[in-house]
């Protein structure tokens, strides 16, 4: 009986040695992180609940874009986090962007529903740049943190870590439609993006660390490394499909029954929780629940886009030494194809648009912030990291708020005169091709310049793509920040090599 016990006990104290070890591994912590950047694409969804602010608050189409543009401010401008990111551990830097989550689109949704007084413009901008901006937070605390944890695989791991981003708006949009329905206009939506992502971040926080390896990795250790996330892209492929098929299945079922939903769902969370086995071993006239498709769509493209993005330039650069920025010209000329497609209006031409603009999207992130810790480093990483982003919100602004935003306001007072209706509220609705064709056709012709810029680093950085890209950083025992460069000049003396004295330490080009 006393043996029964003692062995009892033994069995579940090593149960629970074993739980700790797994927790805190490095496989868990990458895990932690795709939770985390799952949850964190909420500003990827503002199609689906815009309308509920447009309505309630009575904003034209101007004024929505504009609100649309501090939204990109606040996820894209995080040069913040990326300072405190490199004076504090991480769990700092994922705090702070869970309280900003919380209050920033909690304040929102108070104002969409009414629960509180009708916000100024200017009040209801920066409440949206706070919450957006915890996006930031999460990235530069989970992402950058993976990066530096895997620095040899980087490419594969901004791939899936964005990719997840990438799939966060349709995993919102399934989980939604189970909680709230189709009926929903979108304003509970906030709610959820409010609380949800916030939780997870506080949950996870004591796994998200840096993990020195103490030395060089072997080859066989970076193979076994690299099989591993092969698991993990295995994994989020079927998450991809899975979201794709539902999608596709509940537009198509007029009436999906609503214990569908709760099925499908609990389905969904099932399938995002299953990498943690590896570790263990309206302008076109559609509708809303087709705009939340639509919305869908471009999520789980944007996922593909990433994903593929970040393995497939991986394997270029390895096996015929191109230049990833050669990848990015490539996505940048299929994004023009995507922006003529809708300027075009070919009939249901909106459903291949929003493949290929999601796929692009989503690729352009992995390759562009894969290029900068190349041609830079990772010392500084956490900085250039939120640097590289400052571009997506000055274009937005540019050709979302004072292009395409005025250009709709314009059309839609057209079409009001020309119906003999006069203008009651701020609120404008325009309907037809014209609404956008302008705008995107000067969109594809920025995207094009684009594609030429990218072109000519492609061919600047030749030189270094074809050398030993990692070579330097292999040297460098991580520490957390890049460091230890002192060390690796001590051993290229005592083998007489020369020593480097210029230019990054941690794997930069001085490019």
């Keep these: ?37 799952a949850a964190a694409g909420g500003t990827y969804i503002f199609g689906i609940y815009s309308k509920a602010i447009k309505t309630s608050l009575g904003y034209d189409q101007q004024t929505l874009n504009t609100l649309s543009f501090f939204k990109d401010v606040g996820a894209n401008v995080g040069i913040l986090p990326g300072l405190i990111n490199e004076v504090t551990p991480p769990w700092v ?47 530069t605390g989970a992402l950058v ?65 840096i993990m020195p390896r103490g030395g060089e990795v072997g080859t066989a250790a970076r193979r076994r490394e690299r099989k591993v996330f092969f698991y993990f892209l295995y994994a989020s492929i079927v998450l991809a499909v899975y979201l794709l098929v539902m999608n596709v299945v509940e537009l198509e079922v007029v009436r999906f029954p609503k214990p569908a939903y709760y099925v499908t769902a ?44 970040g393995f497939a330039s991986e394997y270029v650069l390895a096996r015929y030494k191109l230049p990833r920025p050669l990848a990015l010209t490539g996505v940048l000329l299929l994004a023009c194809a995507g922006h003529v497609l809708i300027a075009l209006g070919v009939d249901n031409g909106l459903y291949a648009a929003s493949v290929i603009l999601g796929f692009c999207f989503g690729a352009q992130w992995p390759l562009l ?6 041609v830079f480093g990772l010392k500084y990483y956490s900085t ?50 014209r609404c956008f064709r302008v705008s995107f056709l000067i969109i594809s012709a920025v995207t094009l310049l684009g594609a030429a810029v990218s072109l000519v680093l492609a061919w600047r950085t030749r030189e270094f793509y074809r050398g030993d890209l990692y070579g330097k950083f292999r040297e460098v025992a991580v520490d957390g920040g890049g460091g230890g460069g002192d060390g690796a000049e001590q051993r290229q003396r005592q083998q007489g090599k020369p020593v480097d004295e210029g230019g990054d330490k941690d794997g930069g080009s001085k490019v």
């Excluded at 989980?175 to 409010?194: E, K, P, Q, T």
């Excluded at 395409?404 to 203008?423: P, T």
């Design 369 to 374: 912030f894969a290029i900068i810790s190349e």
């Design 145 to 209: 943190t993976a990066v530096k944890n895997f620095p040899e695989d980087r490419g594969v791991v901004l791939g899936l870590l964005k990719g997840f981003v990438g799939l966060s708006g349709a995993i919102f949009t399934q989980i939604y439609r189970a909680v709230y329905g189709v009926g929903d206009d979108g304003a509970s939506l906030v709610l959820l993006m409010a609380w949800l992502p916030a939780a997870i971040s506080i949950v996870f926080i004591p796994t998200i660390r």
């Design 93 to 139: 830097v994922l705090a702070a962007g869970a309280g900003m989550n919380l209050a920033g689109y909690l304040m929102i949704y108070l104002a969409v529903s009414g629960k509180t007084s009708r916000p100024p413009v200017w009040l209801m901008c920066l409440y949206i740049a706070v919450g957006a901006n915890s996006q930031s937070f999460a990235n």
């Design 266 to 309: 609990a389905a969904l969370l099932l399938l995002i929780f299953f990498p943690l086995v590896i570790v263990i071993g309206q302008s076109l006239g559609y509708t809303q629940q087709t705009i939340t498709t639509f919305v869908s769509l471009i999520s789980i493209w944007n996922y593909a886009g990433r994903v593929v993005a």
């Design 384 to 433: 250039l990291y939120n640097f590289g982003a400052v571009a997506s919100p000055v274009g937005s602004y540019i050709l979302n708020v004072r292009v395409a935003g005025r250009l709709y306001d314009r059309e839609a007072e057209r079409q009001m005169a020309a119906s003999g209706r006069a203008r009651v509220t701020r609120d404008l609705t325009c309907v037809g091709v």
């Design 1 to 37: 009986m006393a043996f029964g016990v003692s062995g009892e006990k033994m069995a579940a104290a090593a149960t629970t040695q074993f739980a700790l070890h797994v927790v805190r591994g490095r496989w868990f912590m990458f895990f932690a992180s795709i939770l985390i950047m």
